[in-house]
């Protein structure tokens, strides 16, 4: 049993001692990811002028809103306290230099499959990583102030991973939070316009989608994006994960699969479900994730079938019970 108290004194005992400080996320950023690695950078710069606070990491064209990353050298990254937020696992960290995982600080909301760091507050019940943020900025025994920039940065991230509050993982304190975190002068429509819009060629790839998309009668759906698709519609990897919702959107489908195709002839593996658990296949397959949300960095041609599989035996065992 965690206790988050403790765990969140002492995080706050560790920036305290820092003069310098690099927070990291996970590879391939989603708005969480961002939101919580510059939200938290920006509770502390307001909390502590006097430090250096550095988010590092890459930062792909479609989220440059959110905000920027810095760059820095290997001297100042070795005397840095680092912070890790959004990762669940160190293979996973963003970061050209070597992290020493036995001296960082995870701060997480994924399930805690791997514990690492130094201090390791992982609270699977928050439905972000954004979301801890918000409540470290909100708990009146931190020094942490919320500010307009914070705010701004935090509200994408909470968007992102509840899809607009529309998943389970949306609890009252997530609207409790987002409450507060509004009166921040938090530019509501505009992030949400970011969120809804994408580019022409990725909503012509969606259209690809409904049109391939295989669907089980017990309601399982899959689809394969190859590398001729990605390129018939200008995309990418990147790019492709914006698509991964698409099939919840069709009645009737419970959970579904997405294959996308990278440079090696492998797939990387989109999972996505309404209701039965679908990480353990995932995990697998060396993958992990979400009970709901997961993926499988690369699977061969011939496992697309062993997945989806399994797959579609969850969802006919869910629908048994
Ligand atoms: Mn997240």
């Known amino acids: 049993m965690m206790n988050y108290k403790e765990l969140l004194k002492e995080i706050i005992t560790e920036i305290e001692k820092a003069n310098s400080i690099v927070i990291l996320r996970h590879r391939k950023p989603d708005p969480d990811a961002l939101g919580s690695q510059i939200g938290l950078s920006k509770l502390i710069k307001g909390a502590y ?26 001297k100042v990254f070795n005397k840095s306290l680092v912070i890790v937020v959004d990762c669940s696992t160190p293979q996973l960290i963003n970061c050209p230099f070597e992290v020493k995982v036995d001296e960082v600080i995870k701060i997480d909301h994924h399930p805690n499959v791997t514990p ?91 259209g690809y989608i409904y049109e391939h998309l295989e669907v089980s009668p017990e309601g399982m759906a899959s689809v394969v994006l190859t590398k ?29 699969s997405l294959y996308v195709e990278q440079e090696d002839a492998t ?11 679908v ?6 397959f060396g993958g992990g994730g979400h009970t709901l949300a997961c993926g499988i960095p690369s699977v061969t041609q011939a496992q697309i079938l062993e997945v989806d599989a399994k797959l579609k035996e969850v969802v006919r065992n869910f629908k048994k019970d």
């Open 228 to 256: 001729e698709v990605l390129r018939r519609f200008q995309s990418n990897d990147q790019l492709a994960s914006l698509v991964v919702s698409v099939p919840g959107t069709v009645e009737g489908i419970l959970a579904w």
């Open 49 to 74: 002028p006097e430090k250096s606070v550095y988010v590092i990491g890459d930062m792909p064209e479609n989220l440059k809103y959110i905000g920027d990353m810095d760059e820095i050298t290997q």
């Open 116 to 206: 690492y760091g130094k201090v390791c507050y992982v609270d699977t019940t928050a439905a972000s990583a954004s979301e801890i943020m918000a409540e470290f900025a909100f708990d009146t025994t931190t020094p942490f102030q919320m500010n307009r920039e914070a705010a701004n940065v935090i509200y994408a991230g909470i968007i992102g991973d509840t899809g607009r509050f529309l998943y389970p993982s949306t609890t009252s304190k997530t609207f409790a939070l987002v409450s507060k975190l509004i009166q921040h002068d938090v530019d509501l429509s505009g992030i949400a316009d970011r969120m809804i819009t994408k580019p022409l060629n990725v909503n012509r790839m969606t």
């Open 267 to 277: 797939f990387r593996v989109h999972l996505r479900s309404k209701g039965p658990i």
């Open 279 to 284: 990480n353990h296949i995932a995990q697998e």
